[in-house]
């Protein structure tokens, strides 16, 4: 099983990024995908979600508006559009797998990523 996270960069306050989720060793249609980040310092936090039951999507309040999570089954591929960038969502971004039929940042995730950093400068 694999989750390979790519697209983390450096970029200016306001800007886009667009991270992916790479995923092999599982029946992606079976698995929720979680992205979550970490801050220095900081707890990891649910950044947004898509369950594995209709793709529903769900987004910690910090980011409704300006990040969007889909999925793309036939690559399967997890991505992260956010735009309006801010400092303060400045981290190591994760993605994780969960076989679990929920829709909460906080049910057990099976696999994770191993993270892509994320910049916003100011």
């Known amino acids: 099983v694999q989750l390979v996270e790519s697209g983390g960069a450096v970029v200016q306050a306001g800007g886009s990024l667009r991270l992916s989720c790479t995923t092999s060793?599982?029946?992606?249609?079976?698995?929720?995908i979680g992205w979550f980040r970490q801050a220095p310092g900081e707890e990891r936090e649910g950044v947004s979600l898509i369950t594995n039951s209709g793709r529903t999507t769900y987004y910690v309040d910090s980011v409704k508006g300006r990040f969007t999570i889909s999925s793309d089954n036939a690559k399967n591929t997890v991505y992260l559009q956010m735009n309006s960038l801010k400092p303060e969502d400045t981290a190591v971004y994760y993605c994780a797998a969960s076989s679990y039929m929920s829709s909460r940042f906080n049910m057990p995730y099976e696999y994770w990523g191993q993270g892509t950093q994320v910049t916003v400068s100011s």
């Open positions: 060793g599982f029946t992606f249609d079976d698995y929720a």
